[in-house]
């Protein structure tokens, strides 16, 4: 079955950790985002990657990291820069920028 | 201003209802994309509908339906005879390339279908 997966489920943080969310996706999508949502609020882009090897910062880019060294895959990194980590992310994928976006189950991290 | 601004935060109806979630957005470009997501409770965000700035035919797909109107820059989205499935968390959304061809997310509207 194709489609994009996302681990862990839940994830915890502690103060002055990075942690990483895995994001993988076997629908041969050029594009993947990050997305961030907070309780009550639309989703906010964090990183969004448009090839291999290349990647541009979203709306609120500050205190993530992320890479793209294989099309399938879209690592995101919370590094302990982040003062406010808790919240649940979300990653997409889609053809091409332009073209619809399809997301995973997404991952809840909270901070312990 | 809000790119894209859904004005009903929650909705409560009762089964068999039909219920019309409102999407109104802000864009200069004259090509833009529209879609609409469902939020489940188990939170993946599921595709339901893409449509394109040129094309303003409305859309039925079962009980779902939606309403083009590029006078008013809205793209609201009606379901016929909810069901308590119905309930989640719904998204409007805009891609132009005013706003770098990404996703502009409403802030989501929750829909409360009660049996």
């Known amino acids: 079955d194709g489609g994009i997966t996302q681990s862990p489920k839940y994830l915890f943080r502690k103060e002055g950790q990075n942690v990483t969310l895995s994001c993988e996706q076997n629908?041969?999508?050029?594009?993947m985002y990050w997305y961030r949502q907070d309780p009550g609020q639309g989703l906010r882009l964090i990183y969004y990657s448009q090839i291999v090897n290349d990647f541009q910062k979203g709306d609120i880019a500050e205190g993530y990291s992320v890479s793209r060294e294989k099309k399938e895959s879209f690592p995101l990194t919370v590094t302990s820069a982040q003062k406010n980590p808790t919240a649940f992310y979300l990653c997409a994928s889609s053809t091409w920028t332009e073209e619809t976006q399809y997301f995973g189950p997404g991952t809840r991290l909270l901070v312990l | 201003a809000q790119k894209v601004t859904q004005a009903q935060t929650e909705i409560s109806v009762v089964e068999k209802e039909d219920v019309t979630l409102d999407c109104v957005y802000e864009t200069r470009d004259t090509t833009y994309y529209l879609f609409w997501y469902k939020q489940p409770p188990s939170g993946e965000l599921v595709f339901l509908i893409r449509?394109?700035?040129?094309?303003?035919q409305n859309e039925i797909s079962g009980r779902y339906s939606w309403n083009f109107q590029k006078s008013t820059s809205s793209f609201n989205f009606t379901i016929t005879a909810s069901q308590v499935v119905d309930s989640a968390v719904y998204f409007c959304?805009?891609?132009?390339?005013?706003?770098?061809?990404?996703?502009?997310f409403g802030a989501g509207t929750i829909l409360r279908v009660k049996s």
């Open positions: 629908l041969n999508h050029d594009a």
């Open positions: 449509r394109n700035s040129f094309d303003e």
């Open positions: 959304a805009l891609s132009a390339a005013e706003y770098g061809n990404k996703l502009v």
